[in-house]
């Protein structure tokens, strides 16, 4: 999902280079939005592996 975010975000700066203002700020905002997923489920994902280590 990192990587689906970072594309987005390359597509984004390689449109607003060549001045497409519409698609840089879409892909800006996908990309965003998939980073903020990305990080909502990493913090998941630690939480749960801390909770399900055993024995301690």
Known sequence: MLRWALIFLVIALV????GFGGIAGAAAGVAKILFFVFLVVFVISLIAGV??????
């Open 15 to 18: 449109a607003a280079v060549l």
């Open 51 to 56: 909770v399900r280590r055993p024995g301690r």
